[in-house]
Nanobody
Framework: VQLQASGGGSVQPGGSLRLSCAASGQTTSIYLMGWFRQAPGKEREFVAYKTIRGGYTGYSDFVKGRFTISRDNAKNTVYLQMNSLKPEDTAVYYC????????????????????WGEGTLVTVSS
């Protein structure tokens, strides 16, 4: 499975961006896709996940109510709609995927994911 993230850019506080993550290869094997981010000087952190089967969705507390993860199965693509962006949302955003089932409590852990895309930079600044 290969993942290609896109959609990053620069935006003012309060603005919006939509990130995309297109999967290719053995996409029928994908059970779970997620987004993580890493700000300069900080560790990578969980943002959101969505299971391809089962429809489970999860968000970190700091994006809940502002970000929405969705999928387009026909395009093998997962999106992250980011609204009301804040300067602290500035980071490189990574999409990730897992091919097999995992317990819900593990879906926020980066070690749960088997495949990673290149990051896309989001900068929120006035």
């Amino acid at each position: 499975v290969q993942l290609q993230a896109s959609g990053g850019g620069s935006v003012q506080p309060g603005g919006s961006l939509r990130l995309s993550c297109a999967a290719s290869g053995q996409t029928t094997s994908i059970y779970l896709m997620g987004w993580f981010r890493q700000a300069p000087g900080k560790e990578r952190e969980f943002v959101a996940y969505k299971t391809i089967r089962g429809g489970y969705t999860g968000y970190s507390d700091f994006v809940k109510g502002r970000f929405t993860i969705s999928r387009d199965n026909a395009k093998n693509t997962v999106y992250l709609q980011m609204n009301s962006l804040k300067p602290e949302d500035t980071a490189v955003y990574y999409c990730a995927a897992r091919a097999s089932r995992a317990i819900l409590s593990a879906l926020r852990d980066s070690s749960t994911y088997d495949y990673w895309g290149e990051g896309t930079l989001v900068t929120v600044s006035s």
